[in-house]
């Protein structure tokens, strides 16, 4: 395995031997996506740390939760955006593609959430994450005032919040790190909507090419 | 025709009738591409100003230049970058999927060229760039310095400047007039590398679904 | 029960029936700290978010590590300095201050870590979580490289932007909710160095005044 | 002919032997204002360059517009102290000047558009102008409704779109060659309105002292 | 006496010979403070800065004012927090819990003033302040007009934005010069509201311990 | 006498009866210049506010000290280029222009300092000046340092920091007053070099026109 395929630059350790529950973690991403998403395998050089990682995301995005798991990934990727992790723009620009069924909302949010014509309460929602993500310290009850406004309750703030938070962390640590995205991402829900199935799924990618080819058709071009 | 359809939210004015430059470029705009970009559509109301635009763009991304093609969209997408722009991001985000043909490269440029791991004298190239787009009144001899040493001439430094230049115009104009891509960039050069043909190119593509019908679908799902 | 005293302004939920861990981890805090922190009372309104919130911070902020504890509340601090976090300037400087033993460090770190006189070392590693608070999205290979010089190893680098990256995530959650910080942290270790006993320690304090007396006095003072 | 009098830092190449077009543009240059403006001796090293940036700064200063041409000039000045723009500052501060008849106005563009108690047309105009420099990612409809508001079509708009766009361009092209403005400039329409003809126009001015002289006196008044 | 002893780490000379009128001030301080303030001894190598210095405070902070003393404070620690200055953080941070008898509203303002449920009139008047602070060019007349709209004659917004103007005046003297705040401040009005007098005061405070004890204990926690 | 020709905006009260000091330094500014800076007018509402403006700024600038009065000039104006105060580059720009003997170079100051191609010491002189205006909470020795390597002793580092902070305390007032600066200041020294006296001074000049014609003739162009 060469260095390129090391899903971060750090060297933070050798990957733990996993305790179960991880283990059983890991073993239902290989065969819901068909592959373990690079974030984890970064935190796998300690059991702890990816557990508490694996609850706290797990918990944001696929719990209970007056936000839809589209707006969340959307806050996500919004975050993102601000930050300029291309780690989370990749892996979760997949998400909304793929929640969304529509690969155009994917790059929308990638790009700049003010372009999408959003609906007024989905328009708020990012307006706030945005905010908080640019200037924590400037935050008001006029800002909580506006989401309310918009249709959300407290509980839904906390979660917007919650969201938009964890990704001011994680960018951080993707760029801390250098970490990698599994090269499937990119390749996830490119179609024309049109030709899509209504129920749109990421379907198990062969291996794509070592980078190393990559590299050398790359270089070919751009001289 | 829709709203949703037009080239821009902007009401400049009801397209003029072609001189025959302007007409002729057009022309090779559907040969070529398969569609005529809707930033010239949105310049397409005054037959002056589009023509300004088309020489000013096609020498600067087409033209001799000491950069190669890639390069020049390497830097019209990492300006874009910062400044957030949908339109630029989308449609020059596709030419260099395109013109690396390779799709994880593209996505690079859109995300954070520092991510990349690219050769000294193209991160050289960016850094640069970027500096003029976010801190224009600090730029010194040392960045012009830093440029030489990379191994770009005088003339070369003009290029890069030129074209981060230029992107920080139309990135300018796309978010003032709110240009919207055509949809057909969204789905150019996303194939993996490995199946990809050694000259990769634009496929003509048939018209893609209405945006009504998109809408309606993304409404249920984010419900 | 005053609005005042509420540990947060948003009204997520009434407190959960906490689950046997959580429920233990609070009699620990009352036990320990006389008080259970705010920020945990604020997460208590759901089990789960609370239990992952608990997990995450007690691995970084006492689990094994290259950085000292002091090490990791400093970078905790100087990163809620940048955002102006009130609940995390508050809580964290008091760790400062208890476990550097000396009140005018904690200030340093709340004002300005740039003012300490520190040792290369920590000026290093506070350096980076600064430009990693600020600047996520520049951080390079050079930066990294910066804290090797300064003798970390890539382990103790993760760990470095993992407490940065937490507080970045904290001091946002604390805006968004407007949480209040416990009152005693205002108090704990504010005594010269030379009349404390080598070990200092929070002491419980007793109940202090009702906001609502503190109120009236500042009123007639600013009168 | 010495360094100081190139007019710019960037050595692009010789000046290409001029197209008909391009020749009759510096002769009237120079009938009109008795020099060749720095900014397209610095374009003249190629023809295609320099035809297209004529073009588009012909049309976009001179030609027809709902905005007066002071009024363009004022977004080119306003837009160029944002990036603080040392060739544009001077070229255009004159023209200002010279457009309003009255050097104070032009010194108020450089300086602040904000001190200088606009009617509230240029007042909403200048604004979006220095909002679209600043953070053109965050333009909205509201921006672009806050121009209808004020008065302006939707084709003004563009205009003024256009016109910001522009100098966000020349801006850091003069920037990154470091072009030095005629020296003419500095000395045109300075007189006291009182004492200018009712049609102020700029007068040829004789060869101005060389630097080298001014290098010296300065030198000396500096010590 | 050490360097770290020093009021400053610049070396702009020795102390002059105090004129009548400055020395009277010193003595002062001690008598009413127990020291004199760190500024003052490093504006002492001259007598005219150090007496213009005086005069400016002592007329901003204790002259006739529509602002009480506290909100003047408020104003000066408001101000220092934008600029993380850590001199007059101390100092002022001091001043303030001294004034509104109440070490916890010193924290809020030195942390972020918007955490602290302020009346509207103290809102607005840091709002003023820190706009002035962070974006003195932005500043129009209905800024003003808004201080207005909360009760402040024109009379009371000079006052603001003298205050906010002479500590973005000091706070940039101590960051240039590297000012350290005498020890006493920390150690100023830290006890529990209930448990003060009514009317606090600071009290003389005998010489702390030295720097180089509390370095050296620092080191052995840190470790 | 018009609102228009108020020294500022802000009602800050009544002229004072001047007390003698300050009444002799206004006559002298009426003998010297021709008239009595806005600046001073302003703040002649209160003697004790007058006289600390006036003790401060005439060491600042006059004094002693190891920087010319040219350079401390230069310094005021970079610094209010940064703040865009419409005041002070104003006067000050008016007061390099006739110190330097030269127009051109106080365009240059009020324009961007780094395109003016200035000797190493004056570079990093108002590199300092310029990083402790936008940044002083990043102020590090090592910035001192670079000034002690360019040649300046501890006393001249004092002197820079002293009038940058300077002017970020009058920029502030002058925004927040809305200073209008004196015509008069707008036609000083503006003439070529060549035909300028070697002793370049300020004339007395006589009344200008109203700004009720100036602003009839403007409408009428601006059309």
Redesign the interface.
Known sequence: MTVKNKPM?????PPAKLDADNQAYFAKCREKLGFVPNVLAAYA?DN??L???I??AD?LML?DSGL?K??REMIAVAVS?V?????C??SHGAAVRQ???????G??M???Y??A?L?PR?KAMLD?AVQ??EH??????AD?QALRKAGFT??D??D???V???Y??????A????M?PN?EY??TV?????VMSESPRVLPIKA??TNR??AR??RG???
Not at 83 to 87: A, E, Q
Not at 136 to 141: A, L, N
Not at 175 to 178: E, G, I, K, L, Y
């Open positions: 630059a750090l060297d933070a350790g050089f702890a740390k557990r508490a990682f609850l706290m918990d719990g839809s589209l707006e955006s930050n300029h992790c291309h780690y723009l990749t929640r969304a069924g529509d690969p155009e909302h790059e929308l990638v790009h700049n003010r372009a014509n609906p989905q706030f908080l993500t924590p310290d400037k935050i008001e009850e909580r407290d509980r703030i906390w917007i919040a919650a938009a938070a964890f001011n962390m994680t960018n951080r640590m760029a801390a790190a250098d990698r090269r990119h390749y490119r179609q024309h909507m049109d794509p090419p080819a990559a058709r790359r071009k751009a001289g």
